[in-house]
């Protein structure tokens, strides 16, 4: 496990409650003892020890990318909470905040009318394994001031501040088996500025990302798959790496069919595709189909209203999914797409 501490010259029950609250808001562990509580999330752990006059964290993550993104998190809830100042954290050594790679265009073509494949050459062990989040972001900040770094205390400072990044979550498509290169689909949309950015991107450029993030790669005997273009990503890399036997149904809202990517011929698998410019095909596939659902994995990523409306209707329906995940891709902005950047897919 990797690990880093702070300390607070405030009292115990000052400091932890209101954390612990928000996590019980967000259905994680919290463990309350008398002078110590213990959080576990997604991220990690977190231990609270103190007394009247000073509280201890010790947090601690399976990976370093996971710990650097679980102390920010708590390091933003602290300043929330008017303590920031008040942090005193261990000292970190280096200057590349754990979960940042840097890494070199080494291709960038159109693969399909809408779409473009972009490779990038670097060090993705991070990515390697099916514990590991299959999203990350692309980190566009204002021209000629650096990539973001770590300050003293072991956080991500953002030249100009974060507000003048553009940090778009994407999802790995493929990764090589050394882990010495990922690739990355991209839906292209007049007006999109990752898709304007990659209009300039140059073979032999250096970028940055953060990651990895978000969903891990899902097992089950059966799955139920619903995504317009911007989720085929996401759902191609769950087709490939699930096992021949898994029973796989699909469905893709696509702006032209011949978007539609090759599907592995070694699974049982329903493909089924509908129009993206009918809001309701997409979500209408979900409702016909959910007297299926019993003891699957159900997969849901498109717009933010199509998402909300999948959430609200799996809550108030009597589905029993063995597990499910429903995503917000992005968001419609006055006809046109854009990126949740703020949402870790």
């Given amino acids: 496990?990797?690990?880093?501490?702070?300390?607070?010259?405030?009292?115990?029950?000052?400091?932890?409650?209101?954390?612990a609250g928000i996590a019980e808001?967000?259905?994680?562990?919290?463990?309350?003892?008398?002078?110590?509580?213990i959080i576990t999330a997604p991220l990690g752990q977190v231990s609270f020890v103190g007394d009247e006059k000073?509280?201890?964290?010790?947090?601690?993550?399976?990976?370093?990318?996971?710990?650097?993104?679980?102390?920010e998190l708590y390091?933003?809830?602290?300043?929330?909470?008017?303590?920031?100042?008040?942090?005193?954290?261990?000292?970190?050594?280096?200057?590349i905040p754990f979960n940042q790679i840097r890494c070199e265009v080494t291709s960038c073509g159109r693969i399909s009318k809408n779409f473009k494949r972009l490779r990038l050459k670097g060090n993705f062990s991070v990515f390697a394994g099916d514990s590991a989040g299959l999203h990350f972001r692309f980190l566009l900040?204002?021209?000629?001031v650096g990539w973001p770094y770590l300050d003293d205390n072991g956080l991500t400072l953002w030249p100009l501040g974060i507000s003048e990044w553009h940090r778009p979550v994407f999802t790995v498509r493929r990764i090589a088996r050394d882990a010495k290169w990922i690739e990355v689909d991209i839906a292209l949309h007049t007006g999109g500025r990752v898709t304007d950015w990659l209009k300039e991107l140059k073979v032999g450029d250096e970028i940055a990302i953060?990651?990895?993030?978000?969903?891990?790669?899902?097992?089950a005997d059966k799955m139920f798959l619903f995504g317009d273009e911007t989720a085929m990503p996401a759902i191609m890399r769950i087709l490939e790496n699930n096992p021949p036997g898994t029973r796989v149904n699909a469905t893709l809202a696509l702006r032209d069919i011949k978007d539609l990517q090759a599907m592995p011929n070694d699974k049982q698998l329903t493909i089924k595709t509908v129009k993206m410019e009918d809001e309701s095909g997409l979500l209408n596939e979900l409702y016909e189909n959910c007297h299926k659902f019993s003891d699957c994995f159900l997969f849901f990523a498109a717009e933010r209203s199509q998402s909300s409306k999948a959430r609200e209707f799996l809550k108030t329906s009597s589905i029993l999914v063995k597990s499910s995940k429903i995503s917000s891709y992005w968001t419609k902005t006055n006809q046109a797409y854009e990126n949740i950047s703020n949402q870790a897919r």
């Fill in 1 to 19: 496990m990797e690990t880093h501490s702070a300390e607070i010259p405030v009292g115990f029950l000052e400091v932890t409650e209101p954390l």
């Fill in 75 to 95: 390091a933003d809830r602290l300043k929330k909470l008017g303590l920031g100042a008040k942090i005193k954290w261990e000292k970190s050594v280096g200057s």
């Fill in 210 to 219: 953060n990651g990895p993030s978000g969903m891990k790669m899902p097992t």
């Fill in 141 to 144: 900040g204002p021209a000629g």
């Fill in 54 to 71: 000073i509280t201890k964290l010790r947090f601690s993550s399976r990976t370093k990318a996971e710990l650097q993104l679980f102390k």
């Fill in 25 to 37: 808001k967000n259905g994680y562990s919290v463990e309350r003892l008398s002078s110590t509580t």
